[in-house]
């Protein structure tokens, strides 16, 4: 499996990102495709995750609403949107797979990442 991001690089404050995840190989059984993003010297974060197979999802408390993660089976390709960006969403955001996840939550369940895409906010 092989996952390839891409989206907008850099974008303005107030403004709204949204990211494409598309996942390359076969996909049986059970899957989520979650988002994380990291920003230097900080922690990976993670900050939505969406079932492959139903159509449950998570979102991290930490953006408020702001992000709404979605699929299209068809195109294999998992989104991630934010609206009302904020410098503090700068970081690079990554999309990660995983088969059989727990809350899908944990950076831990997912074993196959994307190679990350920079969002830069400008203030």
């Known amino acids: 499996v092989q996952l390839k991001e891409s989206g907008e690089g850099s974008v303005q404050t107030g403004g709204s990102l949204r990211l494409a995840c598309e996942v390359i190989?076969?996909?049986?059984?059970?899957?989520?495709v979650g988002w994380f993003r990291q920003s230097p010297g900080k922690a990976r974060e993670f900050v939505a995750a969406i079932s492959w197979n139903g159509g449950g999802t998570h979102y991290s408390d930490s953006l408020m609403g702001r992000a709404t993660i979605s699929k299209d089976i068809l195109k294999n390709t998992a989104y991630l949107q934010i609206d009302s960006l904020k410098p503090e969403d700068t970081a690079a955001y990554y999309c990660a797979a995983a088969l059989n996840p727990g809350t899908g939550r944990r950076a831990t369940e997912y074993a196959w990442w994307g190679q990350g895409t920079q969002v830069t906010v400008a203030s």
């Open positions: 190989g076969r996909t049986f059984g059970t899957w989520a």
